[in-house]
């Protein structure tokens, strides 16, 4: 396989650049950390802008690159740079590349890598090794190693323009296609195979993302463990931290698309890997953590509405707790604020279930904590719903206690949010609350 192959796989590819600008993925590698002094970043990014597919920009601003070093646990500065130059190159994904133990470590970023709510599908931490001596004479590139990247940085990208949404699935099919043929290349030896197999894994699974199938899941899983097995091969515990956080991405999208019937099993497998994605990425390695946390939340919360084990519901809430602790609202607002709801709708079943007034106080809190961003002058709707829910824990608080305060208080809330509703002229929000002040009238009266 040339690499004239590889750069053609699909007919669109054999056009000029210009023929087809929104068809490209465009891509930002940053010179790399090494000693070197190969200049591999600009080798690098020579080879990948000969593909057609790629709109190839090379930064090379002078910075601390200390954060690389992945054991230096300063992962705020590692996003909050790559977003950076994202923003400034207009770049769909960011390639950092750091020299150790005569290797090149690959980490791919993008944009909104660490949102909540997030489908997980790239961490900043996983990683892809490939041999120094590759970017000394890049001809020599691995041709398969180079389909691999080729594969990674299509499937990390969320898919934009119509070019994008259009060929992206070809594209990984066609990929999957050729890597499928030859998927240990002769010239890289073992110690690379888990980075590669677990990347694979990863292309595979985005790949089959909308429409999972069994023998899908046989696929990507043996991928995964085949890393497992080489595990000793990867030098720092997040490698294969990463790997089980892969599987617990896998079995969470079993248990999404599952048209087998076994939701629990799947639902049990994705909490276990992701707790075990836990031991290795943990509170050193803050935003996995958080990350791993939320979809633990989510999990364990579906746990419960399918098994209504207790102990889930608590579960539930005390991943939030930890995801809460990660998401702050001065560096990740939008997020706190979906967690801060989260946490307020699963504090008041919790609540409700136990009989518990502490409980049900801590989820209105979750819920006021929201209004810090959904202000009723900017965001007037979503504040009246968070009124409401407010309101409507009040009211559960006045039946659980047979306390009449508690009704008056639970009125003044859906009252505002009344007013609200009517100026908006949401005419099936209003009909809702007024039927709850009906319910809170028949009691006080």
């Not at 990347?199 to 899908?216: C, S, T």
């Amino acid at each position: 396989m040339s690499l004239s192959q590889l750069s053609g796989i699909r007919d669109f590819l054999s056009g000029t650049k210009a023929a087809k600008t929104d068809a490209l993925f465009n891509v930002t590698v940053v010179a790399f950390e090494d000693r070197c002094n190969l200049n591999c970043g600009y080798r690098f990014a020579e080879l990948l802008g000969k593909n057609e597919l790629f709109n190839v920009t090379f930064f090379n601003e002078p910075f601390p690159k200390g954060f690389l070093n992945l054991q230096g646990r300063n992962f705020f500065d590692f996003i909050d740079r790559g977003v950076q130059i994202i923003k400034k190159t207009q770049a769909d994904i960011l390639i950092w590349g750091y020299e150790e133990n005569g290797k090149i470590r690959l980490n791919f970023q993008i944009e909104n890598q660490y949102v909540i709510p997030n489908t997980l599908t790239f961490s900043l931490l996983d990683s892809l090794f490939v041999p120094l001596n590759y970017f000394s004479n890049p001809e020599t590139f691995s041709e398969s190693l180079l389909l691999l990247i080729y594969g990674i940085i299509i499937a990390a990208v969320k898919p934009v323009t119509n070019s994008q949404i259009k060929n992206r699935p070809l594209l990984l099919k066609d990929i999957i296609k050729l890597l499928s043929r030859n998927q240990s290349p002769k010239d890289i030896t073992r110690e690379f195979m888990p980075y590669i197999t677990n990347m694979l894994g990863k292309i595979y699974l985005e790949n089959a993302r909308d429409n999972l199938q069994p023998e899908d899941i046989e696929v990507v899983q043996d991928l995964f463990e085949k890393a497992l097995v080489n595990k000793q091969y990867m030098r720092l515990p997040i490698y294969f931290g990463s790997v089980y956080n892969n599987l617990g991405m896998l079995y969470e999208l079993a248990f999404q698309i599952d048209d087998n019937n076994q939701p629990l099993e799947h639902l049990k497998k994705a909490i276990s890997y992701y707790r075990e994605a836990q031991k290795y990425l943990n509170r050193n390695y803050p935003y996995d953590f958080g990350l791993i946390s939320y979809h633990l939340a989510v999990l364990y919360f579906e746990f419960w509405k399918h098994t209504a084990d207790l102990q889930a519901l608590r579960d539930a809430v005390a991943q939030l707790r930890e995801a809460e602790k990660v998401y702050s609202f001065a560096q990740f607002p939008q997020s706190w604020c979906h967690i801060e709801g989260l946490l307020g709708y699963y504090l008041t079943l919790l609540g409700m279930k136990t009989l518990s007034n502490e409980i049900m106080q801590l989820a209105i809190n979750s819920y006021k904590n929201q209004q810090q961003i959904y202000e009723q002058t900017v965001y007037p709707m979503e504040w009246a719903d968070v009124q409401e829910k407010i309101g409507n824990i009040y009211y559960l608080l006045g039946k659980q206690n047979e306390d009449e305060n508690f009704m008056l208080e639970a009125r003044n809330y859906l009252d505002s949010a009344l007013a609200v509703y009517k100026e908006l002229r949401n005419k099936d929000a209003s009909k809702q609350v007024l039927a709850a002040l009906e319910k809170i009238k028949n009691y006080i009266d």
